[in-house]
């Protein structure tokens, strides 16, 4: 079987004792696409140092997180666009709005999204967004802007309709751990969206699913999401495996990305 973890923070000191060890389990388990959002300036090392170590399996975006944006944010987007611009990087990426956490600095974080936002059509590359309680603000400036570049709504929190309006916009949905909790309502919605716009993903190390869930998330849970969107979507736990992967390749041009990568080492 194949899988892919389109959304994973691998590089978290969470996993400082056993990152290879983590990594290799997953691979073995089948998930032989791994994706990295980035989150700030203090990230890009480690993220980067696991891409190499893993040039077959695990991937990097570029971005900063909504969470992260301070008083110099303006300063550290200038570096992250350098790294866009300069280096191959599949996605931009974790970007978008949090009110969940912080409400206070919202001009900064629409600002910091738009930014991003521009540059992922710029560059042609898509985004994975962050939009915890912001759906619609989210929604509101890539419509206000057409900033249509297709990508993932990470981690799905919002309703059935704003699920098709962001479908219907060029992208798709991330399913992660939170379908596998006891009171989660996305079992039912997700009856009524096409499988062709999800794709899997496990956001380690937090989030993890059940039976795992209130310890630390890793790559080889990603086989607990499936199998729990086999159960809603009545398919074989193969088959969401394919149909996930190939979303997520089609989604991050994955193919395109490791032609560019294998032409820049040569």
């Known amino acids: 079987m194949n899988f892919t973890d389109t959304h994973t923070h691998l590089y978290s000191e969470q996993f400082n004792e056993d990152r290879s060890y983590m990594v290799q389990r997953a691979i073995q388990k089948g ?3 791994i994706l990295l959002p980035n989150v700030d300036l203090t990230t890009v090392d480690e993220m980067l140092q696991l891409c190499s170590a893993f040039p077959k399996n ?11 944006i301070g008083d110099d944010w303006q300063n550290t987007m200038q570096i992250i666009e350098q790294h866009l611009r300069y280096n191959s990087y599949i996605a931009v990426g974790e970007i978008g709005i949090d009110l969940f956490w912080d409400k206070t600095n919202f001009n900064d974080q629409r600002a910091a999204f738009t930014y991003q936002m521009m540059l992922a059509k710029e560059l042609q590359l898509p985004v994975s967004i962050h939009s915890r309680n912001s759906t619609l603000e989210c929604i509101h400036i890539i419509e206000q802007n057409k900033l249509f570049t297709g990508g993932v709504f990470h981690c799905w929190g919002g309703t059935l309709e704003q699920a098709h309006k962001v479908i219907d916009m060029g992208f798709a949905i991330g399913i ?9 309502g996305l079992p039912e919605m997700l009856r009524d969206i096409d499988i062709n716009d999800m794709v899997l993903e496990t956001d380690a190390p937090y989030l993890a699913p059940v039976p795992y869930r209130g310890k630390r998330n890793e790559s080889a849970y990603i086989i607990e999401i499936a199998q729990k969107l086999a159960e809603i979507k009545m398919l074989p736990l193969k088959t969401v495996g394919e149909i996930t992967t190939a979303n997520a390749e089609r989604i991050f041009k994955m193919q395109a990305y490791s032609e560019k990568k294998n032409q820049i080492s040569k």
């Open 31 to 33: 998930i032989a696409s």
């Open 176 to 184: 992660g751990g939170v379908v596998t909790f006891k009171n989660s």
């Open 58 to 68: 695990v991937f990097p975006m570029m971005g900063l997180h909504p969470c992260n």
